[in-house]
């Protein structure tokens, strides 16, 4: 059908208006009425060289058939509603497969994760994915949402019949279905990244526990090794020929006390004192504060 034809069913200036949305690029999907006909827009996803990808198709309806825009021209579809629907759905089914490769790829995201085996480009990919699955989100509640006008209009204009009816029923709950997995997926990535998230926090943490009972250790010993280094007078030691040695011995009890000296206290406590002890608040009093401090310094 040429546009000359279309300009016969709809009129001159409805037929300008038709050629002047045509003439654009990268339309949305949408529906709507031109006269007593249709314009439907379908945005349709597709996979290709790794990436996805979107294109749009336009049909033109009118009461006897379905056409197809191609080129300059509209080329005829289907006859048929139903006919125009089971289209539809094989490219609904290229949409679930599209989705299903994804899925498999979150999948594995989540099993490395697990087994805490995430590698340093894991961010990068979980963002790939969720840039995706936002696309395809977009893009499929757009359908969803336009499909339920269609419905509504084509009742209204008592254009359905049983059958097309159930055909169109069909397809919407197939299109709502996939736009809640794909809602459902976007979840999984956020909490995939909120664990991730967790993980870090909690190995950035025991890094700066770690450092800092490192500095509580040496503090003790750069004070002792900060005096004797002071150049003054009558400093400790001085006139001592074996003094170095003592200092050394000084700094190897500071740190066999900070490693063994909860060890210590505790045969004393278990051979000694707990005998002696053991049955007054004041010794249950020291010992829970004992048990705290060696909780928090424990490696």
């Not at 899925?103 to 697990?114: G, K, W």
């Not at 900070?258 to 249950?284: M, S």
Request: hydrophobic share 40%.
């Amino acid at each position: 059908m040429e546009w000359s034809e279309v300009k016969d069913i709809i009129g001159e200036e409805r037929c300008q208006e038709l050629r002047d949305e045509l003439n654009q690029t990268d339309l949305p999907t949408q529906f709507y009425r031109l006269g007593n006909c249709y314009v439907f827009i379908f945005r349709n996803l597709y996979h290709y060289e790794h990436q996805l990808r979107a294109h749009s198709e336009i049909f033109f309806t009118t009461d006897d058939a379905v056409y197809k825009y191609s080129d300059t021209s509209f080329e005829k579809y289907c006859d048929t509603w139903e006919q125009f629907i089971n289209h539809l759905f094989s490219r609904l089914e290229k949409s679930k497969e599209i989705l299903l490769a994804y899925i498999e790829e979150i999948e594995r995201l989540e099993d490395t994760l697990f087994e805490r085996k995430a590698h340093t480009g894991f961010l990068n990919d979980w963002f790939d994915l969720k840039k995706v699955m936002t696309r395809m989100e977009r893009f499929l509640g757009r359908q969803n949402f336009v499909f339920k006008d269609i419905v509504k209009i084509l009742e209204s204009d008592k254009k359905l019949t049983p059958d097309s009816r159930e055909y169109f029923q069909n397809f919407a709950a197939d299109l709502s279905y996939l736009h809640h997995s794909t809602q459902g997926t976007l979840s999984r990535l956020d909490n995939i990244h909120n664990f991730f998230s967790s993980l870090k926090d909690e190995k950035i943490n025991k890094n700066i526990y770690f450092l800092t009972v490192l500095s509580g250790l040496f503090l003790p010993l750069n004070l002792i090794v900060g005096f004797f280094g002071m150049n003054t007078q009558g400093l400790l030691f001085a006139d001592n020929p074996n003094g170095t040695i003592v200092v050394i011995k000084i700094l190897i009890g500071i740190v066999l006390f900070v490693f063994l000296g909860f060890n210590v206290l505790r045969l004393i406590d278990k051979v000694f004192v707990r005998w002696w002890l053991g049955k007054t608040k004041f010794y249950q009093r020291m010992s829970q504060r004992l048990e705290t401090i060696e909780n928090r310094w424990r490696f």
